[in-house]
């Protein structure tokens, strides 16, 4: 069991931690052709991070996460288009409460029950959010999706530009405070008592924790934390459609998560940008085929590089260090 | 040996600098296709109409100017993706045209985009009337539905008095039904219902039934060809609705050319009104049917979809030609705006200044067969140059 | 009302159809999901197989409907077991995430091939004469496909559940699937039998598949698109259940058509709603077994 995974007991920020941002800020000045994508990914690190936040260390495995983010980007698009709120820390705030009301709600539903349940419920929930968006065409534009969303400049200053500059700033800014308030949790007494639940729940009830409750929480946290990414990716877009909803969706940002490595925070960094650069770089090369090249890459990690992307650089690490 | 080293050296950079010097004018033409996913039956046909344009007309620009064509696959109807990959055609690939476009959803998606960027933009299916609005650099060359829908409802009304609609989900097929409707309406038809059946539908058969069991006379159909079309017409036949006198018709898309052939004979008497036949013994047509098959096989039929593709590349030509090879966007959508092609094989079309949308032929047609094969006969010419009706009406309120 | 009344046995007709078409396709997820414990997600990769299988004898060799039917079971079968030798035996043990890892990227994989190898054009289904017509039945008409279908799957389900409650091999399936450990102990070969279960399960789905070919269109995005069903027969009817997935998949398949029939509007979100009902009401599924 490598050590790198779940929780961790020195909690201190590592230089290694700084590397992701250098990253981002260097893109930003040396790839500006890039920052579409650059936004995008960004959204789905922080999509991915929620995911992580209740699977990788609560142990919820879901098939619906999607739910939120979808449920995030169309009430930010609605908000924007039908009723005519722009400011984008407002339409941010509002999908947060939105929802956190949503996961508290499903939460409830779906925590007293166990695994192939469990997951059939997150399935069925997704399903039937996309349903609702497919269906309800005069507020989400059903199938055409939702166009006409409109958002004003940030703090009244900066404009979203066609070139995505503020978008992918405004990205990483959002991404930086959630980063930072997960990396807290995970490392903090409720961490750890979530990453106890998920290696034995039953020992954990048996010592007397509030089990329930505990995921509740940590559940309600990342619904809210993937409906604000929703929200980011309709405000970079400025429209949302309905793959951003249902199962597709959730079951792509778990192959990402899973990708990168689960339960360790910087495996949501890594999967997206993999996945998403080779998707950008596959559907470009073989428009017809790029299906293959990502499932034979799954397939590769799963069969040799379990713990993903970070797992084979664990394994370098600790050969590197017992070869010494 | 130093000798010949130096020589194939020296020619290699001669040939650099020669390429460098000819290639000084590279037209770059983003094409939005559709690779992937359910969609990419229809996807195909776009591809298909490009590729045989590109190896029969390709070389047809003035001296020294070259084009380019960057394909990228929009997976469908989704119109999230088509705008990242339209923006990043623009912003990356800085392509002096964008065009492709199966699904109307994604053309919406990208208005104000290429609104902004100021790029010129070319529909070659994607066909809901409203979505070019707004937005002075989109022009088409497929069709919108009003265009076939209205006519047959009015058609349809001299026949038959009592109908039913059945339209997929989406801008396109509320547009075909509200089109439908109005002409059926006007020519005093009676509307018994009307069904919206999603898009990513596996079996039209309860939807079908129902509307066997209300007992219309004719049922409208509309589906973005492809699968559908011949779920559709499946579920048609399966239920024995030609059995019981209710008769089939619809835009052309419901017995589109490329799946023809593989709905059977139930299809035959279907009457549809569209732009494009793919057994229209009109000579432009003729040519281009026998070099498409040439091309991608015998058994293959061509659709109206890469006849919109076909007549997109040579709209995008002709603009390149009249720049000689230095392109403006607001001279292109000019000069677009005056275009009119006689030799398209659908017949004769034009693009509307006004509105920038397509001036189409528009012929009724009946499936029947011809030499063992079904085929959709043109019996009558409806018109040979109407606008879009929705446009006109949407003017007059 | 007697048309209200005809409108039922209707939908009631192709409900079943298309609920027994996704049982067969569904019971062998069940047993290997409850016997195995592995999420395999990629199951709607067999049926599609099948449906391509029965697609081409029918269309391109021109085999006899009958002969293609139990082709595409044959072929399916072995193939799983070559799937599972070769693929499969790695992820027995592996957590629940990588097994959902591992099966979607093997959906992955059999998407692109079968876009490379059949195109991307939903496939033809090529009916024998004598299944293309209608019975006439009290005044209904039912199309003899869908008649075939609901008697075809009834003779296989009938016969499944005969040989699971009264073969050995049955026997064993079901001590297997109540608590494995212990089945292990006194002497069952479990990893021989899963092989053999997971074969006939994988064969089934490709019947079903070939079955319902018609109702649920071959084309390469199948195992997606059709995967959200198949998992909501089996949780819904109970993992390891051999017949409640059957009750499930009539209820799915009868509410999806009434639906559809009579509240167009609103779509697949009833579908989901009673699926989340039944699975708070009992988590186990209708007729679970395993915790």
Redesign the interface.
Known sequence: MSKLVGFQSNPRLKISELIPWVLALAVFFVLPDYLSLGAQILTYILFALSLDLITGYAGVVTLGHAAFFGVGAYTCGILSAKVGITDPLLLLLMSAIVCGLLGISTGLIILRTQKLTQLMLTLAIAALCFEVANKATTITGGADGLTGVVIGPIFGLFKFDFLNKTAYLWCLGILFIFWYLVRRLVYSPFGITLTGIKENKQRMQAIGVPVTSYLLKAYTFSAIIAGVAGALIAQTNQFVGLNLIGFEPSGEILVMLILGGVGRIYGAFVGPLVFLVAQDFLAKQFPEYWNLGIGLMLLIVVLFAKGGVLGIFDKVTVFRRSSK | MKKNKFIQFGLVILSGLMMSVTSAQTVKIGFMGTYSGPGAAQGDQLDKGVKLFMKLNGDKLPPGVKVEIITRDDTGPNPDVAKRVAQELIVREKVNYLTGFVWSPNMAAIGPLTTEAKVPFISMNAAAARVMNNAPYMARTSFTLWQSAYPLGQWAAKKYKKAYTAVSDFAPGHEAEEGFIKGFKEGGGEILGSVRIPLANPDFTPFIQKIKDTKPEVIFGFNPAGKAATGMMKAYSDLGLAKAGIKFIGTGDVVTDEELQGMGDVALGVTTVHHYSANSTRASNRAFVAAYKKEFGENLEPGFMAVGAWDAMEAIFYTIREQNGKVDPDKTMELLKKYKSTTSPRGEFSIDPETRDVINPEYLREVRKVNGKLANVEIETLSTGIKDPMKEFDKKK | MD?FL??VV??LF?GVA?GMVLYVISVGLSIT?GMMGI?NLAHGVFAMCGGYILVTALAKYQIPFPIALALSFLIVAFFSVFLDRL?YK??YD?P???Q???S??????????A??IY????Q?VMLPEYLKD?FTFLGR?F?A??VFIIVFSAILIATLWFGVENTKWGAMVRATVDNRPMAQSIGINTKLLFSITFAVGSGLAGMGGALGA????I?P?YP??Q??FF??V???GG?GSLKGPFFAALLIGVLD??C???I??????FI??V??GI??WR???LMGKR?
Do not use: C
Request: no cysteine; glycine share 4%; charged share 10%.
């Open positions: 048309s005809a409108a209707s939908v192709y298309y999901m999420a693929l790695h992820i592996a629940e995430l990588e959902v890892l591992f979607i990227a093997l959906i992955f994989i059999s998407i692109a091939i876009r490379l195109g991307t054009l939903q033809p209608q008409d199309p496909y869908r018609e109702i649920i269109a084309q995005t997606f698109e995967l959200v998992l909501i089996v949780a819904v993992l058509t009434a559809k029939y009579w167009p509007e609103v779509g697949a979100f989901y709603i699926t989340i699975l708070l988590p186990l599924g915790a």
